[in-house]
């Protein structure tokens, strides 16, 4: 029996709901289990992610300010958290001058930490990103971002981990995005990293896509790790994290600590359930083993949409070629790791490369950037050359050449975007969608308790909100509801 103790990172509300539920609740559905997620024991609870911003403004009208702010107000001890990728726009190359104001905007409303990723593990943008989060008072943890290929080696691990190291973070985190790790393989790695980083701890975030994440998890304890991502149920498991009342459970059983507050967990899972119940949303469940995902690497919830998107034009049965060919393209472009945004770029030029019945007949402008090196030198170098020459080729490429990161600063793009005068919440909001989604996030109302679990409610008060509905008519079978103005 080891009596250590282990740490345990919650997850639910961020990569919970964004790999289960598309990032679909609201702030006032989360509300209620702002305190009890705050006081049950987590050593960090992560709130928001770069990609939330869009979704939450768009079509949430949700402000992720606000929504930072009303949660720290309900658990002001608790250590909050958000992630980001190498631009916070995720899909477009962001001035560096926008992110030094994201982070400290989130650092007002209550954020103390941020997660941060690039998708090539590049060492420049981990400490330019890492300079302006401190500067505005965030402590900073560091992702390793994992992935199998014959380039991901445990040397390129060592080495990333060297690097990462002299940059003194205070966590180092092992994030294993699409649950690709295995135990066998973690015994080599781990030990190849911990060599590394000396006395900086380590954090392991794997998911639980292949059906291994619990597995994964006990077995980061094993190797000296003790800090572990989970999430709580209905939002764990699946494409999600591991569940963490189950995790709590095993370690105990192997002796170790872990200080989490298990009913208030199971308060937030009670109501997760009814959310989830009432919305018909689905249960992250266990998922079966699968060898050909190594081929692939496609996220879960990127599998599901390719389903959606091919079915719609009658080519449901083309997945399989589709996912053969994302391997392919894959090793093409020198092995990308398949996060945000490079599944995408794969996926979506895969997809091309069968529905046309020619390989890059057809290049979409994301690829061209790829390969002229505005993703990064380590990118575009890469690439297999006979590939290479065939995109650059092509006369879209010199249209695409032609494109410059600009890095001017945020007043620069406050003037042209004509937010003179506007507060920063404000101003970053409109630089992430539009002055016209901003606006329609303010006009919108809190949510009734009753609206909070139940959709048809909630429905009915989005409704009312519309000035322009004079009528609104709901009829089933012989039965019907109208409301007049």
């Known amino acids: 029996m080891t009596g250590e ?83 916070t726009t995720a899909f477009q190359i962001t001035p560096p001058d926008m992110y030094r104001l994201w982070t400290e905007r989130l650092a007002a409303c209550g954020v103390d930490e941020v997660r941060m990723s690039d998708p090539s593990n590049t060492v420049a943008t981990w400490e330019r990103n890492k300079g302006m989060a401190e500067a505005a008072g965030l402590r900073v943890i560091i992702n390793l971002v994992y992935s199998s290929s014959p380039k991901h080696t445990d040397e390129y691990y060592r080495q990333k981990a060297r690097a990462a190291a002299a940059l003194a973070p205070p966590v180092i985190c092992l994030k294993d995005p699409g649950g690709l790790l295995t135990p066998d393989r973690m015994r080599t790695l781990v ?3 911990q060599a590394e980083v000396g006395e900086i701890p380590l954090e392991f975030h794997g998911h639980c896509n292949n059906g291994l994440g619990l597995l994964n998890a006990m077995t980061a304890v094993e190797l000296g790790i003790r800090i572990i991502d989970s999430a709580i149920s209905p939002l764990s498991n699946g494409a999600s994290m591991p569940n963490a009342l189950v995790l709590a459970t095993n370690l105990r059983a ?20 009814r959310l989830r119940v009432a919305h018909e949303w689905p249960e992250g469940r266990t998922a079966e083993f699968d060898e050909t995902y190594y081929v692939h690497q496609v996220p879960g919830g990127m599998i599901s949409n390719l389903r959606f998107q091919l079915g719609r034009v009658g080519m449901a049965d083309r997945v399989p070629e589709v996912l053969e060919e994302v391997g392919r393209v894959r090793e093409d472009l020198g092995f ?135 009528r609104i008519e709901v009829r089933k079978g012989g039965a019907g509801l109208t409301l007049a103005r």
């Open 5 to 87: 103790r282990v740490e345990l990172v919650d997850t639910t509300i961020r990569d919970g709901q964004m790999s289960l539920w598309a990032t679909a609740m609201s702030t006032d559905m989360l509300l209620p289990i702002g305190r009890p997620l705050g006081e049950a024991g987590f050593a960090a609870i992560e709130v928001l992610g770069a990609a939330f911003f869009k979704k939450l403004v768009r079509e949430l009208r949700d402000d992720p300010f606000e929504r930072v702010r009303r949660l720290k107000a309900l658990a002001p001890e608790a250590t909050l958290r958000v992630i980001h990728s190498r631009h």
């Open 191 to 193: 030990p190849a990293i």
């Open 254 to 273: 192997r002796g170790y600590r872990v200080d989490i507050d298990d009913a208030l967990v199971e308060q937030v899972a009670d109501h997760l359930e």
């Open 336 to 470: 990308p790791i398949m996060v945000t945004p490079y599944s995408q770029f794969v996926g979506t030029q895969a997809t091309l490369n069968v529905t046309t019945g020619e390989r890059y007949g057809q290049v979409v402008d994301e690829i061209l950037h790829y390969a002229l090196g505005h993703w990064g030198r380590e990118e575009s170098d890469g690439i297999d050359p006979d590939v290479k020459d065939r995109l650059l080729s092509r006369p879209r490429a010199s249209e695409v050449g032609a494109f410059e990161v600009e890095d001017i600063d945020a007043d620069e793009i406050r003037r042209r975007m004509g937010a003179q005068g506007v507060d920063d919440d404000e101003f970053v909001l409109r630089f992430f969608t539009s002055e016209a989604d901003v606006t329609r996030m303010h006009e919108r109302s809190p949510m009734s308790p009753a609206a909070v679990e139940d959709p048809w409610v909630a429905l009915a008060e989005r409704l009312v909100q519309i000035g322009e509905l004079q």
